[in-house]
Nanobody
Framework: QVQLVESGGGSVRAGGSLRLSCAAS????????MGWYRQAPGKQRELVAF???????NYADSVKGRFTISGDTAKSTVSLQMNSLKPDDTAVYYC??????????WGRGTQVTVSS
């Protein structure tokens, strides 16, 4: 069973930066999009950013101008550069891969904690 594995989470002070990475343990064919969601305690999981197989990106309003997504869907890899972090960015961040005609693949999540 192919899995998505995230790395790069951690603790940082407000204004700092972190880079998250995600890679598949095997081959996932026909990925349409890859992206990142996050879930803070007591809140619903929300979309942070995604990138399509053609390189189109989209961001949640709350992270525009601060986060940058990059990746290669053909290689099943995606990264998220997070700058100017705020305490509200504290959450578990999940990587997702969406292949055409197949169920989504989700990572187990990586904790990001931003202190004030």
């Amino acid at each position: 069973q192919v899995q998505l594995v995230e790395s790069g989470g951690g603790s940082v002070r407000a204004g700092g930066s972190l880079r998250l990475s995600c890679a598949a343990s095997g081959v996932i064919f026909r990925i349409k999009t890859m992206g990142w969601y996050r879930q803070a305690p007591g809140k619903q999981r929300e979309l942070v950013a995604f990138i399509t197989s053609s390189g189109i990106t989209n961001y949640a309003d709350s992270v525009k101008g601060r986060f940058t997504i990059s990746g290669d869907t053909a290689k099943s890899t995606v990264s998220l550069q997070m700058n100017s972090l705020k305490p509200d960015d504290t959450a578990v961040y999940y990587c997702v891969a969406r292949p055409s005609g197949l169920p989504d693949y989700w990572g187990r999540g990586t904790q990001v904690t931003v202190s004030s």
